[in-house]
């Protein structure tokens, strides 16, 4: 079990340069990944800032909420919350105990929610528990070999705590894939993306915006944060037990036809005994 600091710590730091950055770029990748899962039941676990489902067109989706928001109020609480304006809370529950039946959702949104969460393996396998057969989900992960992860790395060597993202327990892209071909979840796609470091100054956090176009052409394993788009498959049905052949019928030759001089020679041996 991962030793996190409450999900909470990561709000704050949402309002900095990086934060801002890193909604800005994940919302343009949600939107696209999720536009074309199609369905009937959609979720989003953590994360109210990013409306992970506006783009989706399932007539029934909701935002989940563990129990380390419980001391932070989502826009949605306060009044109606139309999708432009942010995800609306639509329940707030466990992610290790999802209250859903088995195979019910078609699309589960995870941003973040995983290096985050007190076992990401558990919160991981309600999540195959949850999806249909053929369902997807999309994964949202801080990268550890990106300037960020060393960064968040040194927030214990006396770096600014105000610049660091919260403790928690970041998941390797490579490491993430292995998990979910565990699970029979077959990963669909993948992208990298944020390469600037993290600077609390927004005058160099602009100046250094070539670092993001170069990124994806020079060292695109590098970026800051990752996105998995995985599908669950469904096995076929598999044969038990020793199977058997069908016995095949033996030819029978049939009868030679019978050539016109062996005709001619029973005709004259049947006159000559007359």
Avoid at 61 to 74: F, K, S, V
């Amino acid at each position: 079990m991962s030793k996190v600091a409450p999900i909470i710590e990561l709000h704050p730091w949402l309002a900095l340069p990086p934060g801002q950055a890193l909604l800005e770029w994940e919302q343009c990748q949600i939107d696209r990944l999720v536009a074309d899962v199609f369905g009937f039941h959609a979720m989003q676990l953590g994360l109210p800032e990013l409306d992970g489902l506006r783009t989706n067109r399932m007539p029934h989706r909701w935002l989940a909420l563990d129990t380390a928001y419980q001391g932070w109020t989502p826009p949605a609480e306060k009044g109606p919350v139309s999708l432009e304006q942010g995800a609306p809370l639509s329940l707030r529950c466990d992610f290790e105990a999802l209250p859903f039946p088995s195979n019910s959702l078609d699309l589960v949104v995870l941003p973040h929610a995983l290096e985050l969460a007190r076992d990401p393996h558990h919160t991981l396998r309600e999540v195959e528990r949850v999806l249909v057969p053929e369902g997807r989900v999309v994964i949202a992960g801080f990268n550890p070999a990106s300037l960020w992860g060393l960064w968040q790395r040194m927030g214990t060597w006396g770096v600014d705590r105000a610049t660091v993202l919260p403790q928690g327990e970041f998941i390797a892209y490579w490491r993430l894939r292995d998990w979910l071909r565990l699970l029979d979840l077959e990963v669909e796609a993948g992208s990298f993306g944020c390469y600037r470091p993290m600077i609390s100054s927004e005058t160099w956090w602009n100046r250094l915006e070539w670092m993001d176009r170069a990124g994806d052409r020079w060292w695109p394993v590098l970026g800051a944060v990752y996105f998995v788009v995985a599908v669950k498959r469904a096995r076929g049905m598999r044969m038990v037990g020793k199977v058997r052949k069908a016995r095949v019928p033996h030819p029978v030759a049939a009868p030679a036809a019978v050539t016109s001089r062996q005709q001619r020679q029973a005709i004259f041996n049947k006159d000559k005994n007359e």
